[in-house]
């Protein structure tokens, strides 16, 4: 049981190893997909992603010096990969946040323009052709639905309305009309 505990633990640092190397190929992956940097958006600047890059391994390291059981140790190593993977997709998408030519990044979310159906898809229609549908609910917040085909509806809190509105008017001027 010793043994299969210290190969499990040294699966669990090669995984955090990779995690953290991970960055880079998610980055130039969405960059891949998302294309030119267009307008920037807010990002809400949130440090709690360095606290799981120093704490997820020290977890790993703790679990191993106190020898603890073999499958609550296990559980403990999930809860800190994943932790760390949390963290990861955080930190890569605060980085990218903002609006590229082919979709955008804002609150953790990377959504593709051609993934996008319908904005507020509960709120009346109005009768000027426009896709975007106003609801007096929606009117004066920096809140915004999409219903996307891939990921369902999706709730995106912009960090102003005029932020909004910028998206928005982008969206009509350069995506609706290609």
Do not use: W
Request: proline residues 2%; charged residues 20%; glycine residues 4%.
């Amino acid at each position: 049981m010793n043994i299969i505990l210290h190969s499990v633990t040294i699966f669990a640092f090669v995984l955090v190893f990779f995690e953290f190397f991970s960055f880079f190929f998610r980055k130039n992956t969405a960059l891949k997909k998302l294309g030119e940097k267009k307008m920037n958006l807010a990002a809400k600047h949130s440090f709690s992603f360095l606290t799981l890059f120093v704490l997820s391994p020290m977890l790993i390291g703790l679990v191993y010096v106190k020898k603890i059981d073999f499958f609550p140790s296990i559980i403990l190593y999930a809860c800190a990969i994943l932790a760390l993977e949390i963290a990861m997709r955080d930190f890569t998408t605060k980085k990218l946040q903002g609006i590229y030519e082919k979709g955008f990044v804002i609150n953790n979310k990377i959504i593709l323009y051609a993934d996008i159906v319908d904005f507020n898809p509960f709120a009346p229609k109005n009768n000027d052709d426009s896709d975007i549908a106003e609801d007096e609910q929606y009117i004066g917040t920096s809140r915004l639905d999409i219903a996307t085909e891939s990921k369902g509806l999706i709730f995106v809190d912009f960090s102003s309305t005029d932020e909004k509105d910028q998206f928005l008017d982008f969206y009509k001027n350069h995506i609706s009309s290609t």
